[in-house]
């Protein structure tokens, strides 16, 4: 078993910049890879990024690259998102997640177990 936490997050004005932090426990080992998901209120989830824990490669959604950046310190087990030049379509529930199978900017995220954190929010204003 696997539990993820976010933290981080809050309110910021359109144009200004979040950092999220996911952190890992349990069953690390057995991670393939990370992914941040989030939800707007009415709309569907939605994968914006995702890294792989054992290969220096990140992929993105396309509403997103080029602003936000994810990054992982395998040593203490946390991914973080970087979230720049936010717009007020960034606010959201965010999420991390190691799905079982999703599919982020043209590039799979696989796991053995499924894990999900428990969301926190984003919000940003004009």
């Known amino acids: 078993q696997v539990q993820l936490v976010e933290s981080g997050g809050g309110s910021v004005q359109a144009g200004g910049s979040l950092r999220l932090s996911c952190a890992a426990s349990g069953d690390t080992d057995n991670i393939n890879c990370i992914a941040w998901f989030r939800q707007a209120p009415g709309k569907e989830r939605e994968g914006v990024a995702l890294?792989?824990?054992?290969?220096?490669?990140?992929y993105y959604a396309d509403s997103v690259k080029g602003r936000f950046t994810i990054s992982k310190d395998n040593a203490k087990n946390t991914v973080d998102l970087h979230l720049n030049t936010l717009e007020p379509e960034d606010t959201a529930m965010y999420y991390c997640a190691a799905p079982t199978y999703k599919m982020i900017g043209g590039a799979r995220c696989s796991n053995m177990n499924e894990a999900w954190g428990q969301g926190i929010p984003v919000t940003v204003s004009k």
């Open positions: 890294i792989y824990r054992n290969i220096e490669e990140t």
